[in-house]
Every structure is written in structure tokens, then in C-alpha cells.
DNA sequence: ATAGGGTTAG
């Protein structure tokens, strides 16, 4: 719908009147005088039933209203009809739906009816319907947008991040000379600033630019900034984390004595916090006078993305009124950061506290940790909550169940069940469902359909493909044998190939055993990431697994030398919608003795059926680097996987999520559980999952 | 005759 208007926008015939900047009388206004059927009698401004609109606190009485001004003919006066449309649309009860309805049916709307419903649905879920409205006022009548019109489309074109309507609807403000309304600048200045997130943006040089342009030139056609305009040339410096030009543009509205209230003291906090000048922001935010909940967001939100968790929980203790929004920023920050486990207590914390109801965000941030952690349960109740708060299914939330699905190992839930109802609710998947939903097909090795959909995306949903997505196509190839259409396809990349595009083909020459391939494979890996501790893994193992001793060692002595050192190995699994964490060799839990002892008799119970741990050489090189013989029982998975076991119910599979490649031997011994113990395990580790049932593995012993 | 532009979380 966008694109199809953005089209037909930059195509659109302007022939706006030019707004004469003189006061030269125009002699004939209204070439088009109205139809008859219209009373222009101005006493109606004083009509009853007008005043009753005024009073009205519902759509109900809004319609009985409405259904007077139809008998009384009232609704046929362009005014009086403006006045319901306003009522219907923007006041606290507003219903748009029904504000559409209305202004379907009124003969001859005036441009001040028309700029209402364009203003109300720039702020609305659907801001397209604002350019729907532009173009029929455009074509459909013989009004002309005006000084009130631009602001509101410009508004739509920044909740859109509609980049080209934007500039269409700048060009035709400029031609119908209101290029110097403050009011239609100061939007373009934030509209401009608000498009700096694209990645679009980010290949022309950024949009922050165009905005801070447009201030400069203000200057040139004597118009003088406000404070307004300050407060998107704050945001776009704090786009663009210029410190320099931000102070510039403190000191600026100092010298020109623009006032500095409450909203743009706020937009200097943020630039302060997010240029990074925390004590610029520290000094303001002390001095301030008045402070309201942005800016207490604000400084809880910066201290957070610094990674300064423990001033942001200062901050947002100390926070007079905590609304949703700050709940967010402590709890995104945690998430976003590795911190699922703190995110999560946040969030059981905000559902305590009765502060404030998750929304969107807060249960995006929530799937995301969960994921993150494996925690089916909790994930699940997400999901529940969300059916039960009748909250509607929007991108983020959907591309966010299915992410969670798919990484606790619901994969049927996530693809056939999530996806397909997404794509039948006509709920537009972006490059994250098509990252998490190539993923999953890679982990269930469905070759046909991945190829499928990675090669729709462009064509058919407009998502262009990016690193990531090249990435799990190349696995998914890999992974199937396909390995020169995995190289054709990085040949043909329009993008750089990146560190995980050559990490997933050295993933499938490990599997296939081709060693040329994979040593080539690993020197671009290693030329991205010198310092990748699993490229030099794989590479040793394909290595050691065709008896080439040489290059193990020399491998290993390169690892060595470059100090490069495995992170711990650390596994965690959800009991009772509690996570709990194993590092390896893990006797600080509280169940550790029960735990251990519940090893020992699996290790008894495996030897009864002559089990051998696999201690072979390539394991200790590749899993663990000073691995002993009882160290393998001490692996982080293991104490997982025992502690899961005495403690859920035997009907409950055992959900593990690893922070490394699992190791052989838990494998193995994973396997040999799940049959004689007759339990399902899920084991998520960094690369893929793992579903252990009856004995067997779904990843078939490859990984 | 009526009105408009701006700041935090993802």
C-alpha cells in the first residue's frame, strides 16, 4: 500500500495555487462557486445542537447527535459538519471508523473537515489512510492543501518513516509557497531526523543531515527557529552522536533566548545521555525545575544502554511514577544486552508492582529474553497472555513468538502454525521473521521450503535479503550436501559475504568432510575475525576427523599463540518457570549433591549397557582443551540435564539451552537418556537444536 | 468562523 502510494505521490501532477506571501486580495477565490445544497449561512455557529456536540462523551451520543443534525438538516452546513467530524475524530472517545463513516456522507467537506480527518489518522495505527485522504483531496475536489494540511501529512510520512512521501510533500509545500511556515519546517525538521533510523539512511549518509540542512537554511529565509524546531535539531545531533554540534546547539538557543520548556530541556538530556556526555546530562537533569516522565525515561534509558545497570535501577527507583515506558527501558536494556535472566526478573516485577500492563514492547522484550533463555514455559504464557488480553498480533510480536518457538524447539509451531497464520493475516513479515523463519528451516533441514521463501522475499514481501539470511541459506544448502550451490550463491551475493555467511559453509564442510573447501572457508572467516575461537575449532576438527594430525597441532598451536581462550562453558534449563544456570563442574546449586549422585547413576546405568564415555583425542581438542576423563560428567549440559531430571515431572521434557557447541560425548550420553529414561530433551546450543527422543537426535548426529 | 509542529521504551 505504501509503495503503490509513494508511486503514485511522486507522480502526482502538482498544481497547488501558489500562496501569495503579499496580502494582494485575491479577486476571484472560488472559481468553483458551491452547489446550491450547501447553506453557507454563518448563524448556524451558534445552532443548539452544535453546543451539544461539545458535550457529548460518547461515540453513542455522538450518533444521536448526528441523527438530529440529519432531521434538522443541519449536517448539510459545511461548519456544522466539521464540528461532528471534529468531535468524532479527535476527542477522547474518537472513533476514527466512525468519523470515516461520517465524513463519507458529507456533501461537500471544507479543507478545515478534511485537514481533522488527515490530522486524526497521522496519529492513528494506520497513518497511510492520511495519504489516502491527500491524494483524494488532491484529485477529488477543488480544495487545495494548506498551511494546516502539510504538517499533518509530513507527521504521517515520519510515523511511516516514509522517506520519499515525505520529500514528495516537501517539494509540493515548497511550490505552493509554505517552504517558510515554521509549522511545516519544524515537522519536516523531525520528519528528516525521524527517517535516520533505515537502513536506508544509513547507505546515503543519513537523514539527520537533511535535517540539520533545513535548520541551517531557516536562517537564510528569515525564519526564526523556535523551540520547536530546537527540539528535533537536538534529536537529529543525538541521531547523528554529534556532541559537538549538540552543544553548538545549546549554546545557539541560549543566544537567540528561544524558552527552553519542559520538552526541549528533555530533548537535551538525550542528546546529552546518548552523545555521550552523562555528566552534561547529570548537571541539566539536577538543575531542572520541573521534570516529568520523559525526562526521568530519559536518564533511566541512557544510564541502562551504557551498561550502567546499577545508576539506570537508581534512576528508576527513585522515579515518582514508573508508566510502561520506563518499565520498557529497563527491561530492553537487560534483554538487549545478554542480560535475559535480569530481563525477566524485571518483568516479573512489573506484573507484581501493578505499576502499569505490559504491552507490546514489554512482551516483545519478555518472548525475547525467553528465547534467549529457552524458557518454553514462560514464553508460553506469554503467548496465552496475549490471546487472553485480546492484544492484536502485530510484526514484532509475532516475529518475536515465532523466534521463541523456534528456539525452545517448537519448530512445527513456530513455521506451520505461527508463519502461515501470519502471512493469512496479511501481517507483513520483516527481515527478522525471515532470519528466524529461515533459521528454523534450517534446523528442521527443509531445503525446499527455505529456498522457497528465501527466494520470495524480495519479490513477494519487498524484504530484500541481508547477511543473515544469505547466512542460513548457505547453511541450509551446506547442511544438505548442496555445497557448490552454497558457493554459487556466496559468489552471487550483492553484499560483502560476512564472518557467519563463511561460518555456516565451514559448518557444512565439517559435515561433508571437505577439507579444501573449509580451509578456504576459514581464512575469509578468520580475515573477518581473527580472533574467532570456533572457526579454528571447526576447522582442527574437520582436520583431526581425516587423521591430519599436522594441522591439528599447528592449529592449535596458532590458537595458542594468539591467546585466544574458550568462554565456560555454561547450560540453562526453566523448572516451575524458574531458569537455573550450570557452569561446568557446577556444585554451588543447592540440589548439587542429589544432582551429582543422579550422574552417577546414569554413568552406572550407561555402563550396564556398555557405554564408553568418548574421550578420543578429536573431542578433547575440539570441546573441551583440558579435558579430563571426569570432566565429561562435570559438563554444564550434564548437570543440566540430571538436575531436570529429579526435579520435573517424567512427562515433561527436559529443555536445555547451552552457551557453546554441545560436546560429543553429551550427545552421545543425551541420546542414551532420552531411551532409557524415556525422556524428550530439547538441547538448544549456539548453533542449533537438538530434539533427543527414543534414543536418536534430530540433528542426526550432525552438528 | 474552527486547527497545526516537538521529547522517552522497541
Known sequence: MTQELMATLSTVPVSLPRHSKSNHLNLNP????????????????????????????????????HAQMLRSGLFFDPFS???????????????????????DQIPQPNLYTWNTLIRAYASSSDPTQSFVLFLQLLHQCELFPDKFTFPFVIKAASELKAFRVGRVFHGMAIKASLGSDIFILNSLVHFYGSCGDLDLALLQGGFPEE????????????????????????????????????????????????????????????????????????????????????SWTTM???????????????????????????????ISAYEQSGKPKEALVAFRELQLSKDAKPDEVTLVCALSASAQLGAMDLG???????????????????TSLIDMYAKCGDLEKALGDLFSKMLEAKVKPNAVTFTNVLCACSHTGLVNEGQTL??????????????????????????????????????????????????????????????????????????????????????????????????VSGLRKLMRDSGLRKEPGCSSIEVNGIVHEFLVGDNSHKLSKEIYSKLEEIAARLKSIGYVPNKSHLLQLVEEEDMKEQALNLHSEKLAIAFGLISMAPSQPIRVVKNLRV?????????????????????????????????????????
Not at 468524532?88 to 465524513?103: G, H
Not at 508460553?380 to 502485530?394: A, P, Q, T
Open 30 to 65: 472560488n472559481p468553483n462557486p458551491s452547489p446550491p445544497t450547501v447553506n453557507n449561512d454563518r448563524s448556524f455557529t451558534n445552532h443548539p445542537i452544535l453546543s451539544l456536540i461539545n458535550q457529548c462523551t460518547s461515540t453513542t451520543q455522538l450518533k444521536q447527535v
Open 81 to 103: 459538519a466539521s464540528k461532528l467530524i471534529t468531535a468524532s475524530a479527535l476527542s477522547p472517545f474518537s472513533s476514527l471508523d466512525y468519523a470515516r463513516q461520517v465524513f
Open 211 to 294: 535535517a540539520l540542512e533545513l535548520f541551517r537554511g531557516m536562517e537564510k529565509e528569515n525564519v526564526k527557529p523556535n523551540d520547536v524546531t530546537m527540539v528535533g535539531v537536538l534529536s537529529a545531533c543525538t541521531k547523528k552522536l554529534d556532541l559537538e554540534f549538540g552543544r553548538w546547539v545549546c549554546s545557539y538557543i541560549e543566544r537567540n533566548e528561544i524558552s527552553v520548556n519542559l520538552t526541549l530541556s528533555n530533548a537535551m538530556l538525550d542528546m546529552y545521555m546518548k552523545c555521550g556526555s552523562v555528566e552534561d546530562a547529570k548537571r541539566l537533569f539536577d538543575k531542572m525545575q520541573e521534570k516529568d516522565i520523559f
Open 300 to 330: 533511566l534509558d541512557g544510564y541502562a544502554k551504557l551498561g550502567e545497570y546499577d545508576e539506570a535501577r537508581r534512576v528508576f527507583d527513585a522515579m515518582p511514577c514508573k508508566d510502561i515506558a520506563a518499565w520498557n527501558a529497563l
Open 380 to 398: 508460553r504464557w506469554i503467548d496465552v497472555y496475549i490471546k487472553k488480553h485480546g492484544i492484536k498480533l502485530n510484526c514484532h510480536l509475532t
Open 454 to 551: 528465501f527466494y520470495q522475499m524480495e519479490p513477494v514481501y519487498g524484504v530484500v535479503p541481508g547477511e543473515k539470511h544469505y547466512a542460513c541459506m548457505v547453511d541450509i544448502l551446506g547442511r544438505s550436501g548442496l555445497l557448490q550451490e552454497a558457493v554459487e550463491l556466496i559468489k552471487k551475493m550483492p553484499i560483502a559475504p560476512t564472518a557467519s555467511v563463511w561460518g555456516a559453509l565451514l559448518g557444512a564442510c565439517r559435515l561433508h568432510g571437505n577439507i579444501e573447501l573449509a580451509e578456504q572457508a576459514c581464512s575469509y572467516l578468520l580475515e573477518l575475525e581473527p580472533r574467532n575461537h570456533g572457526a579454528y575449532v571447526l576447522l582442527s576438527n574437520i582436520n583431526a576427523k581425516t587423521g591430519k594430525w599436522d594441522r
Open 663 to 703: 560436546c560429543g560425548d553429551c550427545h552421545s550420553v543425551a541420546k542414551l537418556i532420552s531411551r532409557l529414561y524415556d525422556r524428550e530433551i530439547l538441547l538448544r546450543d549456539r548453533y542449533r537444536f537438538h530434539h533427543f527422543k527414543g534414543g536418536n537426535c534430530s540433528c542426526m548426529d550432525y552438528w
